[in-house]
């Protein structure tokens, strides 16, 4: 993953693919719930 990637990330301006959400949470030892905050 690059740099790029990770600072869209955490600014809110990239919608990250499944694949690269789970990605990341596997490299944090996370699951998807703790990574992301999903709204009703």
Known sequence: MRRE???FLE???YNPSLK???DV???LHASL????IFED
């Open 5 to 7: 990637t990770i600072v």
């Open 11 to 13: 600014g809110g301006k």
């Open 20 to 22: 690269l959400a789970h």
């Open 25 to 27: 949470a596997r490299a």
């Open 33 to 36: 719930d703790e990574l992301f």
